[in-house]
């Protein structure tokens, strides 16, 4: 009966002692989100990129350079192909003007409208706008660990903090090495899956980890998802002032 009851001690203190080792080798989900953070954001940066549509009967590639500046502003001009090649866009806060050299006209998207998609693609005007802070719009909790593209990685269920975010929540992949998520799931607040995401190709530029090719899949259309593909992209860049005006998308 001594000796039981001895053994019964020493797996309880070993298995106490693992459950403290666990524990203490999970990160928190709000420090996942800081480096997430610190690799995704910057302070501003310009970017090439070329955005490959998978339609139910096409395939079209829209090649594009923006100029971002913290998570108010960005201006985006459309470089090809030629139908769309003029056409810009500019975000500042909460609202979303495009401008059509076909139409010479410029117009405010808002309400309703930025549910649409973007150009055809898996992407919404709402993506657009969305502050890409994580830890600005949601809170987060590590509920496990699992491999993506051979990668370890932590699975982190993140819910928003306002009702005013346009996913309620996700569910991420974070590498566990580099900090970046791998694969998104993005659902509304019934529960509804609405896209998924893939992000590959991660480099390390400039001191931060960041994907070069992101698949989005907007999981209520048909179609194969969109590639977003960075060409070139550059940090810390000094961006002129007057972009950021109604006045630079006539121009």
Known sequence: MHKIAHRSARAFLALSSWLAWASAQVPSGEWILQKIDENLSSTNRVIVS??????????????????????ERSFT??????REKGT?????????????????????????????????SDLS?????????????????????????????????????SETVVYHSRKLWVDKERLVPLREELFARSG???????????????????PMRI?????????????????????DQAIPEHLFTKASLRK
């Open 88 to 120: 810009k866009m500019l975000k500042i806060g909460d609202k979303l003007w495009m401008y059509s050299p076909a139409t010479d006209r410029t117009i405010q998207i808002a309400g309703h409208m930025l549910r649409q998609s973007v150009m055809g």
């Open 77 to 82: 001009e459309y470089l090809a192909p030629a």
């Open 125 to 161: 005007y709402e993506d657009m706008l969305e502050d890409p802070k994580l830890s600005n719009l949601y809170r987060a909790e590590v509920t496990g660990s699992e491999t993506v593209d051979e990668r370890d990685c932590w699975v982190v269920a993140v819910t928003a903090t």
């Open 215 to 235: 698949w989005f899949k907007d999981m209520l259309k048909t179609g194969e998802g969109t590639e977003f593909v960075v060409e070139s992209i550059e940090f």
């Open 50 to 71: 070329k955005m490959v549509i998978h339609g139910r009967r096409e395939v079209r590639t829209i090649e594009a350079k923006s100029w971002v500046q913290g998570t």
């Open 192 to 210: 509804k899956l609405l896209k998924r995401v893939e992000l590959k190709d991660v480099r390390r530029i400039q001191g931060r980890w960041f």
